[in-house]
């Protein structure tokens, strides 16, 4: 099988400037996801979508295909994942022939992911026939059963509507168990993005990851954190 992880990495970013190559323990940010998808036993091309030059280069540097600068209509803070997976799929096949059979969405503000979670996915999808895509989950901080909406008239309500009664003021014990894509890995059939136009499809397998060291890195303090817990992870493999 064709298997080819894209990394997605823009340069506009609003949180963290340059967010996608700032310096994470001495390495851009960046490196790590394309270091993970190398060290993958499936992964047979490593590409990094971009509309920066800057980006483009640093991501060659670190063993990173580029075959295309990314159009800046696709590289807005509003563009969605589909079109910017679908656009390198129509180019790799336009000016190559190339059409994988799976394809491996990695998020370049995921350092503490593991070669070892990409080919976890990538297993299941390859032994699940029936699976359309496989998404990495974990359990969430805050349950939503026990958020809230405001209402046009300005007092809240309940997020969602359950037939256990009055569900936000019930233990978490007596909850349904619910996930949070934490947006580690996406692993996913071509056929799924170019005919059912979509990078999940209606058969999603959950890779469940322990939720203790999932950082979702959008401000100075959280990439501070994801930075601590690696060092610490590395001290601890040491």
């Avoid at 996913?188 to 059912?196: A, L, S």
Wanted: aromatic share 6%; net charge negative.
């Amino acid at each position: 099988m064709k298997i080819t992880a894209i990394i997605p990495a823009r340069g506009g970013s609003k949180s963290i400037k340059d967010k996608n190559i700032v310096d994470f323990c001495n390495k851009p940010l960046i490196a790590y996801s394309i270091d993970h998808a190398l060290k993958s036993k499936y992964i047979d091309r490593v590409i990094v979508s971009t509309d920066s030059e800057i980006i483009a280069n640093i991501a060659k540097q670190y063993g990173a295909e580029v075959p295309f600068i990314r159009p800046l209509e696709l590289a807005q803070d509003d563009t969605l994942d589909l079109p910017v997976i679908k656009h390198c799929l129509d180019y790799l096949n336009r000016n190559e022939k190339y059409i994988p059979d799976i394809v491996v969405h990695l998020r370049p503000t995921s350092p503490l992911r593991t070669p070892k979670m990409v080919d976890d996915a990538i297993r299941m999808l390859i032994e699940n026939d029936e699976a359309s895509s496989i998404r990495c989950v974990c359990e969430p901080a805050q349950n939503p059963f026990k958020m809230w909406t405001l209402n046009k008239d300005g007092f809240i309500q309940p997020l969602i509507n359950s037939n256990i009664t009055e569900a936000y003021n019930q233990p978490r014990q007596a909850l349904p168990n619910v996930l949070w894509q934490n947006g580690y890995i996406d692993v996913v059939r071509y056929e799924t993005i170019t005919e059912g136009r979509s990078i999940t499809g209606n058969k999603i397998l959950p890779l469940t990851v322990d939720s203790e060291n999932i950082i979702d890195i959008d401000n100075h303090i959280t990439l501070k954190l994801a930075e601590y817990i690696y060092q610490s992870q590395k001290s601890e493999d040491r």
